[in-house]
């Protein structure tokens, strides 16, 4: 698989998740072993924040400049590239993040080769990578329609996405569909796909168009690479890994996950999010959740935690309680496959699964 500038030996990338699921270790791991290791850029703050100049009120990162830290973002990487050496190396930075831009130069001049972004349409993702012409840029869509407002809208920076990832509705964490369009056939991977393949030839025949959300083994893999992907990006898997930077509470959270405890819940950002339900939705439901006050900023649509008080959880805090493995408080993202997670492995033996289908 190619992206820009830079050959990756297996067609698979490992999605990016936050807080502090991928980060050094697991992408490291996965770009040694020849996969496109992904860093989340969501939450850096929290990565060993005693050892940076990182502000902290209540062990929570203060505002965006704390939240989203520099210093911090640098040293994932450079810790990352000491397991992967030259190998291509990617970050995954939302478009929703409050300062996106400014993060997104972070990762450039920490020396990130590919940046990825969803969580919004990111129409302007070319201005702050305009100093640095190597670097990669892949948006993630959903559907045919997003990828052809992106191609236009980059027409001024004389840029296409260098790859293309259709995300569909199956995976962890949040979602580019409403709640019922989730479990309509025609938003499913599979029937989004061909419009989006179509589409992309019509602004270039050689943008990689890659395959998100549920797939799980080289079957799946196998079976979009024949619909004319170039790859899948697979996320929730690389949670059962050894390497993965998840708290050891995250991954028995889904080893001892049941399918019918998979399921789609409300969100500061305003749209639907796939989890593990836990204490955590029973004391939303119940009002006993840890009051919400908006400490770290996060993500523009929640508007400085208006948008938590009324979900009744603020998505920083809860995914920052999962980081350091509280069971009880955090939020555990998920794709719809994490219960069929039954064993912690390697990430090579996890590549050789994908690749060789043992």
């Given at each position: 698989m190619r992206i820009g500038k830079y050959e990756i030996k297996h067609p698979i990338i490992q999605g990016g998740m936050g807080v502090g699921i991928s980060w050094d270790k697991l992408a490291g791991s996965v770009s040694k072993e020849g996969a496109l290791g992904v860093i989340s850029g969501v939450g850096t703050g929290y990565y060993k924040s005693e050892d940076f100049n990182i502000r902290t009120k209540k062990d929570k990162p203060v505002d965006v400049m704390n939240f989203y830290s520099k210093e911090a973002l640098t040293a994932i990487i450079n810790n990352a590239r000491k397991i992967c050496g030259d190998a291509p190396l990617a970050?995954?930075?939302?478009?929703?993040?409050?300062?996106?831009?400014?993060?997104?130069?972070?990762?450039?001049?920490?020396?990130?080769?590919?940046?990825?972004?969803?969580?919004?349409?990111?129409?302007?993702?070319?201005?702050?990578?305009?100093?640095?012409?190597?670097?990669?840029?892949?948006?993630?869509?959903?559907?045919?329609?997003?990828?052809?407002?992106?191609?236009?809208?980059?027409?001024?920076?004389?840029?296409?996405?260098?790859?293309?990832?259709?995300?569909?509705?199956?995976?962890?964490?949040?979602?580019?569909?409403?709640?019922?369009?989730?479990?309509?056939?025609?938003?499913?991977?599979?029937?989004?796909?061909?419009?989006?393949?179509?589409?992309?030839?019509?602004?270039?025949?050689?943008?990689?168009?890659?395959?998100?959300?549920?797939?799980?083994?080289?079957?799946?893999?196998?079976?979009?690479?024949?619909?004319?992907?170039?790859?899948?990006?697979?996320?929730?898997?690389?949670?059962?890994?050894?390497?993965?930077?998840?708290?050891?509470?995250?991954?028995?959270?889904?080893?001892?996950?049941?399918?019918?405890?998979?399921?789609?819940?409300?969100?500061?950002?305003?749209?639907?999010?796939?989890?593990?339900?836990?204490?955590?939705?029973?004391?939303?439901?119940?009002?006993?959740?840890?009051?919400?006050?908006?400490i770290s900023n996060c993500v523009a649509p929640c508007n400085r935690g208006t948008e938590a008080k009324i979900v009744g959880y603020c998505i920083a805090d809860r995914l920052g309680a999962a980081y350091q493995g509280d069971i009880d408080t955090g939020l555990f993202f998920t794709g719809s496959n994490g219960y069929k997670i039954d064993k912690i492995i390697s990430v090579h033996e996890l590549i050789e699964k994908l690749t060789k289908g043992e």
């Open positions: 970050c995954n930075i939302l478009y929703a993040c409050n300062d996106y831009g400014r993060i997104v130069k972070d990762a450039c001049e920490a020396g990130i080769n590919i940046i990825i972004t969803g969580a919004g349409l990111p129409t302007n993702m070319p201005e702050f990578t305009k100093d640095f012409p190597d670097v990669a840029l892949v948006p993630i869509v959903s559907s045919s329609r997003a990828l052809k407002l992106i191609c236009k809208k980059w027409q001024r920076y004389n840029k296409l996405p260098d790859a293309i990832i259709v995300e569909g509705p199956k995976s962890g964490g949040h979602q580019g569909f409403t709640y019922e369009q989730c479990f309509q056939e025609e938003y499913q991977l599979e029937n989004i796909i061909a419009p989006v393949i179509e589409e992309a030839k019509k602004w270039g025949e050689d943008i990689p168009i890659i395959a998100a959300g549920g797939i799980w083994d080289k079957n799946d893999i196998d079976k979009f690479l024949a619909m004319g992907c170039a790859g899948v990006q697979m996320a929730t898997r690389f949670i059962g890994t050894f390497e993965c930077d998840a708290d050891m509470n995250m991954k028995k959270v889904l080893l001892e996950a049941k399918e019918e405890d998979i399921k789609l819940m409300k969100s500061p950002v305003g749209l639907p999010a796939r989890a593990v339900m836990t204490k955590l939705q029973t004391s939303i439901e119940d009002k006993t959740a840890p009051k919400v006050t908006c």
